[in-house]
């Protein structure tokens, strides 16, 4: 079900623009895109100290992915006063219209208030930046659309379970180390047997309460230390167990079944990890993101980089390059070489995203609630 919220003016736009972008956005551009007089979302950029004319043409061309868009609001978010950022809005206003978008207004919200770039008439400093709090709209927001908050990195878990899952790494890696695979009498244990049917337990762990993730959760970080295991997982939780079959083993009936749908799943991996491919489930992302967080909150900083960059994965896959980038950057300041948060930062340093973030979804699940629109009136 679509909540459309109508915005009588400006500052109720302004007020809409975190529930668009996912979060509460600082020093940022956001260009809110239009279908006729209604969004289409929202795309959001750090905002450049300099090159303006560069940042315009990046930022435009990826704009323009964005199918059924014909117009555009874009709006300059700063923690300085307005007048060090307005060339910028006007380069940005003037590149929109030669790129054939209606720009239907040109906002800025900045420490001292906010504006409009076609308005002579904004006092000194802008309009009071109580008028953007105060906005009927704020309470018409549904609660599941919501800005989060991004904290720098995810926030610890209370000691006692923090020291439950150190515990139980510590015995998993004991009976690793005990472990002769070459041994029949040689037994693993029930916990790491759990592993050998790897996407059967990863699946299950999409279901898992509290308690599950108390008794398992400690296997699951351990097994996804590995970067086989790791982007297995993670491209199995973003669409289904039959993927995650299909790398897993050629050998069972259900890998054989997989592959003929997967002629070579490790490639295909490889294009979905690029955001090339069909566009992934965005339920099942939301739940292995929740689990994940879990996970983290309970794990020594030197567990953490693997599941924060399967955090940072999973978020980018959904269009949220922001929280994405703010997972990896928590990964890089506990491991600087980590060899997939290298990647991922190299990948997505120019403002890379998914192909599939530019196509409209064909349909809305049954529990799915569409993206909040703003009409205005």
């Not at 303006?52 to 709006?75: E, H, L, S």
């Not at 878990?157 to 040689?186: F, I, N, T």
């Amino acid at each position: 079900m679509t909540t459309v919220i109508r915005a009588a003016g400006a500052a109720d736009l302004l007020a809409m623009i975190p529930a668009l972008v996912g979060f509460e956005p600082r020093n940022s551009v956001v260009l809110v895109a239009f279908r006729g007089n209604r969004t289409r979302g929202a795309m959001r950029f750090d905002l450049p100290a300099s090159g303006f004319t560069r940042f315009a043409t990046t930022t435009i061309g990826m704009f323009c992915k964005i199918g059924g868009v014909d117009g555009v609001v874009p709006v300059i978010r700063t923690d300085e006063p307005f007048e060090e950022r307005s060339d910028l809005l006007g380069t940005l206003v003037r590149r929109l219209e030669q790129s054939g978008f209606r720009v239907l207004g040109a906002l800025w919200h900045s420490s001292t208030g906010w504006g409009s770039y076609f308005d002579p008439e904004v006092p000194e400093g802008g309009h009071p930046l109580a008028d953007i709090a105060s906005s009927p709209v704020v309470s018409q927001i549904p609660a599941d659309a919501r800005p989060m908050e991004l904290p720098e990195r995810v926030p610890d878990a209370d000691e006692a379970s923090r020291g439950r899952m150190r515990d139980q790494l510590a015995l998993l890696r004991q009976r690793l180390e005990r472990w002769d695979e070459s041994d029949p009498d040689s037994d693993p244990g029930a916990d790491l047997s759990r592993l050998e049917d790897l996407p059967f337990f990863a699946e299950g762990a999409l279901e898992w309460d509290d308690s599950a993730v108390d008794s398992h959760g400690a296997l699951l970080l351990f097994a996804i230390q590995g970067p086989p295991v790791r982007d297995l997982v993670m491209l199995q939780w973003a669409y289904e167990q039959e993927f995650g079959d299909a790398m897993w083993s050629a050998d069972t009936c259900m890998g054989v079944e997989a592959r003929k749908r997967h002629a070579d799943p490790h490639v295909e991996a490889a294009e979905r990890m690029m955001g090339r491919g069909p566009r992934p489930d965005p339920e099942r992302i939301e739940r292995a993101i929740a689990l994940l967080r879990t996970l983290v909150s309970r794990a020594d900083d030197a567990e953490r980089p693997a599941p924060l960059c399967m955090l940072a994965w999973l978020n980018w896959a959904l269009g949220r390059a922001s929280v994405a980038a703010r997972h990896l950057e928590e990964a890089l300041a506990i491991d600087p070489e980590y060899g997939m948060a290298e990647l991922l930062d190299t990948m997505w340093s120019n403002g890379m995203l998914p192909e599939w973030a530019f196509i409209p979804p064909t349909q809305t699940s049954p529990t799915q609630t569409s993206p909040t629109q703003t009409s205005p009136t």
